[in-house]
């Protein structure tokens, strides 16, 4: 079975930055995809990240892409989302998420979810 614990969440003031991070624990070799999903108040969840542990493919969501980057350490069984230009608009609880096979942004390809964290961006 393979856990997922993110840490990194905080509050960060516009245009700060603030890494995210998802460490995986168990299994890990069941894992093809990881990815970050996030839900604000009030809000649907919606895709942020996701990549493969090779590095590809990978896929950002709109609103994020060239502020936002996904990586891993292979080494550590760890994801992190690093986070720059930080929006008031990407607050919201941040999920870590893996799955066995590609799924992109599609969230029930994915078969574990974090806890998530939580980001507060101040204007």
């Known amino acids: 079975q393979v856990r997922l614990e993110e840490s990194g969440g905080g509050l960060a003031q516009a245009g700060g930055s603030l890494r995210l991070s998802c460490a995986t624990s168990g299994r890990t070799s069941d894992i093809y995809a990881m990815g970050w999903f996030r839900q604000a108040p009030g809000k649907e969840r919606e895709f942020v990240a996701a990549?493969?542990?090779?590095?590809?493919?990978?896929l950002y969501a709109d609103s994020v892409k060239g502020r936002f980057t996904i990586s891993r350490d292979n080494a550590k069984n760890t994801m992190y989302l690093q986070m720059n230009g930080l929006k008031p608009e990407d607050t919201a609880v941040y999920f870590c998420?893996?799955?066995?096979?590609?799924?992109?942004?599609?969230?029930?390809?994915?078969?574990?979810w974090g806890q998530g964290t939580q980001v507060t961006v101040s204007s």
């Open positions: 990549s493969s542990w090779s590095g590809t493919p990978f």
């Open positions: 998420v893996a799955g066995s096979r590609w799924s992109g942004s599609y969230q029930p390809g994915y078969d574990l």
